[in-house]
Structures are given as structure tokens and as C-alpha cells.
């Protein structure tokens, strides 16, 4: 079953030229898949709309074989498909580490203990564990990066959208982001605008243009 399709998305920001039209894009289980373009030609607002976190002025969003329209039928999917954000600082909002990882399994019903258990199996997963009981704002950019990937995979998504996952990380740590999201089973959509990590990650790519996606 196709994860996610977008199809002739059309948005436009208040008063300004439209940014999508008529762009569509299909994301298959296990399927790496790179979107490009040039900074502010809508990219983000795809990843966006996807999860229902802006409203398209038209077209349609179909996840998990439903079309989604409403802000209701939008909580299933954000469950199973983990948004990274461009600025780690919109997602870390805890006092400690372990804390910001125990928040989606807690949400998701899993009992305190169950998700200090997700939380030392995912850090432990990412070498992470030196970091458990750090304060969160203390961290490095590339500490909390690596931390905003363990807070979305605590969830176990079956799909990743990944907006510039690389910003303000330095080679060393963006060698082991990659190496970690090389060895995930999840499908993966990513932004980013270094030309080696979208080739070593997902190398299939859709350049947006003029506000539609076309195959690069």
C-alpha cells in the first residue's frame, strides 16, 4: 500500500504568488526519495501539508490508502509518520533528553515505565545513552539533531519526512546521522541541500519547479 500520495497540491500564502501547482509526489514502503529546489520554493509547506499542518487550497493528501482532509483524520497520520524539523529547537521541549523521547510514547498510551524502556532502547539504538539525562537547551546542534531523530523514532513510524536534517551539524556528527538513517527500515522523504547526503540517502529524486515536482 502506498504510505502517502499528494496529488495537484495547489497553496498559496496570503498575498503573496503561489508557492504549489499543482505539485504531486507518491511515497511507497522502504522507498527513499529526495525532494529538491531551490530555498523557498515550497518545500517545506509539502512536508507541511502532508501531515495536515497547513491546508491546501486544493488538491489531495492520501495517507495509509484514506484521504485525509480534516484536522481529525490528520492524528493517525502524524502517529505513523515522523516529521524531523528544520530548527530542532520547534521540537525539543522538555527539561531533559529522556524526557523529550518519553513524550510521543506517553502520548501514544504507553505506560511510564513502558517508555523509559523506549527511551533507553532508542538511545541505545542511536549510541545515545550519554545524553539521557542531559538538559535538553544545553545540548550541542548536533546533539539536539540526533536527539530530535531518537523524540520521532520513540514512535516507531512506518515513514520519515526529514526537513534539512544535516543544518548546523558539523561532518563528524553528519557522518553518523547518516549512518544511523541508512540502517532504518522506514521509507524516508528528505530535504536537504547537501547533494552527497541526498545521494548517499535517497537518491531518487523530484525537483520542484514553478510549484509542480518533476523527475529529476
Do not use: W
Amino acid at each position: 500500500m502506498t504510505l502517502l500520495m499528494l496529488e495537484d497540491i495547489h497553496f498559496a500564502y496570503p498575498g503573496y504568488a503561489p508557492v504549489l501547482s499543482g505539485a504531486s509526489l507518491s511515497l511507497e514502503p522502504g522507498q527513499r526519495l529526495s525532494v529538491t529546489g531551490p530555498n523557498g520554493a515550497g518545500k517545506s509547506t509539502l512536508l507541511r501539508i502532508a501531515l495536515g499542518l497547513q491546508k491546501p487550497d486544493a488538491g489531495t493528501v492520501t495517507a495509509f490508502g484514506q484521504i485525509r482532509s480534516q484536522e481529525a483524520d490528520f492524528h493517525d497520520v502524524r502517529r505513523r509518520i515522523g516529521l524531523v524539523f528544520q530548527d530542532p529547537d520547534d521540537q525539543l521541549f522538555c527539561p531533559t533528553v529522556a524526557e523529550d523521547v518519553a513524550f510521543g510514547p506517553l502520548n501514544l498510551g504507553q505506560t511510564r515505565e513502558q517508555a523509559l524502556a523506549t527511551v533507553d532502547r532508542v538511545l541505545g539504538d542511536l549510541n545515545l545513552m550519554h545524553l539521557r539525562d542531559r538538559v535538553t537547551h544545553k545540548l550541542s546542534g548536533g546533539e539536539k539533531r540526533l536527539v530530535t531523530l531518537a523524540t520521532v523514532l520513540a514512535m516507531e513510524p512506518e515513514a520519515l519526512l526529514l526537513d534539512e536534517p544535516t543544518n548546523a551539524l558539523d561532518t563528524k556528527n553528519e557522518a553518523r546521522l547518516l549512518e544511523i538513517l541508512q540502517s532504518l527500515p522506514q521509507a524516508i522523504l528528505l530535504i536537504s541541500h547537501s547533494p552527497s547526503f541526498r545521494a548517499a540517502l535517497a537518491p531518487q529524486a523530484l525537483d520542484l519547479q514553478d510549484g509542480k515536482l518533476i523527475t529529476v
